[in-house]
């Protein structure tokens, strides 16, 4: 029989070309996806240093927007009685004539302690030094070192150097200027917000759909009143922190209660460090009133009176005030102090409170969208 002819092997162009046949087709970018993509991270790298050359006025206009939402509560309580423009003026006359109250509150006492202070510290040092020599040990230190007199020596100059004190203010004139410049803007922003924002978000809302234009307006009202309550909140913990605090340095025998008092409530309204900041700026008086005991006394007392505030007097308060859980209470206040300092721990539970809000608004505003379309297919 004749040989049957063995099968060729196909080509290895033909094998190739099945091979990739057989794989799944391949997306090969084009030149246009790719520029896409090139031009949207160079845009957003513009952006991002945009935002961080103008972080300044964007921090103004963050607070400004806090403030006016903040005192939109009062302006609408007086407007029940007035024009919306004359209860305007009245709230932020009331808010500037705030920080000259404190300062002919504190200026005075601090006065009247520093020259004392000067006064009266040769004389702590002679204390001193008569201490040293009856301790054997500290008498030695003396000996070697003598240090009591060099102590000695300076407080007999500090009556001298107060008097030079204005030089040291004129250093920070500048710092101080550009605060009240700060302060000024921030002002007239939030004065801006709080005339026309009721406006602008009716404008914005109108734009859109009857279900999201109700849903825009239920949220920015239950914002302003979280905010609102917040800083109501706020004030009454403050409120609690002085009232106590005047009671015990009052029982204690230090002068100046009132001042000081108002000293820790003003510290008070700083979240996390504020009231330690108080506390320890009333200690160094009760140094010099009657030093160990008022101290003592008072640090046990500050120490005790924290802790019971961090812990169930604040979350207690704002848990109830914006309608949010103390855990959270906590945690944003931890968060914004660590991210942003004082600002974002004075400003972290408005923001969750608003946080929250904005989440159960868009998921009722879902759930209609749904109904309705739901009642539609039926």
Same mark, same amino acid.
């Given at each position: 029989?004749?040989?049957?002819?063995?099968?060729?092997?196909?080509?290895?162009?033909?094998?190739?070309?099945?091979?990739?046949?057989?794989?799944?087709?391949?997306?090969?970018?084009?030149?246009?996806?790719?520029?896409?993509?090139?031009?949207?991270?160079?845009?957003?790298?513009?952006?991002?240093?945009?935002?961080?050359?103008?972080?300044?006025?964007?921090?103004?206009?963050?607070?400004?927007?806090?403030?006016?939402?903040?005192?939109?509560?009062?302006?609408?309580?007086?407007?029940?009685?007035?024009?919306?423009?004359?209860?305007?003026?009245?709230?932020?006359?009331?808010?500037?004539?705030?920080?000259?109250?404190?300062?002919?509150?504190?200026?005075?006492?601090?006065?009247?302690?520093?020259?004392?202070?000067?006064?009266?510290?040769?004389?702590?040092?002679?204390?001193?030094?008569?201490?040293?020599?009856?301790?054997?040990?500290?008498?030695?230190?003396?000996?070697?070192?003598?240090?009591?007199?060099?102590?000695?020596?300076?407080?007999?100059?500090?009556?001298?150097?107060?008097?030079?004190?204005?030089?040291?203010?004129?250093?920070?004139?500048?710092?101080?200027?550009?605060?009240?410049?700060?302060?000024?803007?921030?002002?007239?922003?939030?004065?801006?917000?709080?005339?026309?924002?009721?406006?602008?978000?009716?404008?914005? &809302?109108?734009? *859109?759909?009857?279900? @999201?234009?109700?849903?825009?307006? !239920?949220? +920015?009202? %239950?914002?302003?009143? =979280?905010?609102?309550?917040?800083?109501?909140?706020?004030?009454?913990?403050?409120?609690?922190?002085?009232?106590?605090?005047?009671?015990?340095?009052?029982?204690?025998?230090?002068?100046?209660?009132?001042?000081?008092?108002?000293?820790?409530?003003?510290?008070?309204?700083?979240?996390?460090?504020?009231?330690?900041?108080?506390?320890?700026?009333?200690?160094?008086?009760?140094?010099?009133?009657?030093?160990?005991?008022?101290?003592?006394?008072?640090?046990?007392?500050?120490?005790?009176?924290?802790?019971?505030?961090?812990?169930?007097?604040?979350?207690?308060?704002?848990?109830?005030?914006?309608?949010?859980?103390?855990?959270?209470?906590?945690?944003?206040?931890?968060?914004?102090?660590?991210?942003?300092?004082?600002?974002?721990?004075?400003?972290?539970?408005?923001?969750? &409170?608003?946080? *929250?809000?904005?989440? @159960?608004?868009?998921?009722?505003? !879902?759930? +209609?969208? %749904?109904?309705?379309? =739901?009642?539609?297919?039926?």
């Amino acid at each position: 029989m004749p040989d049957r002819e063995q099968p060729q092997p196909p080509p290895a162009s033909a094998a190739l070309t099945a091979d990739v046949l057989a794989e799944p087709s391949r997306v090969v970018p084009s030149i246009a996806s790719i520029l896409r993509v090139v031009l949207t991270v160079v845009a957003v790298a513009i952006s991002l240093y945009v935002v961080y050359l103008l972080r300044t006025p964007l921090t103004w206009l963050f607070i400004a927007t806090f403030l006016a939402i903040a005192l939109s509560g009062p302006v609408a309580f007086l407007s029940r009685w007035m024009k919306r423009g004359l209860a305007i003026a009245l709230v932020y006359l009331g808010l500037l004539l705030l920080p000259l109250i404190l300062a002919a509150l504190f200026i005075p006492p601090m006065v009247t302690q520093a020259n004392k202070l000067a006064d009266n510290l040769p004389q702590y040092a002679q204390d001193l030094q008569d201490f040293v020599h009856k301790n054997p040990t500290l008498r030695k230190l003396e000996k070697d070192y003598n240090f009591t007199q060099k102590i000695k020596e300076e407080a007999t100059k500090l009556p001298g150097k107060i008097g030079n004190a204005a030089g040291v203010l004129s250093d920070i004139g500048i710092g101080l200027v550009s605060s009240i410049f700060a302060v000024v803007n921030i002002l007239i922003l939030s004065a801006f917000m709080l005339g026309g924002g009721a406006g602008w978000v009716e404008a914005f &809302a109108r734009r *859109q759909s009857p279900e @999201r234009g109700e849903s825009i307006r !239920r949220l +920015a009202d %239950r914002v302003r009143d =979280a905010v609102s309550a917040y800083v109501a909140g706020a004030l009454i913990q403050a409120t609690i922190a002085g009232v106590t605090a005047f009671v015990m340095l009052t029982i204690l025998g230090v002068p100046f209660p009132t001042a000081l008092a108002a000293l820790v409530f003003l510290f008070d309204l700083i979240p996390l460090i504020g009231a330690t900041i108080g506390a320890v700026l009333v200690g160094l008086v009760t140094v010099f009133n009657d030093f160990p005991t008022a101290t003592i006394v008072w640090a046990v007392f500050s120490i005790v009176y924290q802790q019971v505030e961090n812990n169930v007097i604040q979350p207690r308060i704002q848990s109830r005030a914006v309608n949010v859980h103390p855990f959270v209470v906590l945690l944003s206040v931890l968060f914004g102090a660590t991210l942003f300092g004082v600002l974002g721990a004075l400003l972290a539970i408005p923001l969750a &409170a608003t946080l *929250q809000i904005a989440g @159960r608004e868009y998921l009722r505003y !879902r759930e +209609a969208s %749904r109904g309705v379309v =739901a009642s539609q297919g039926a």
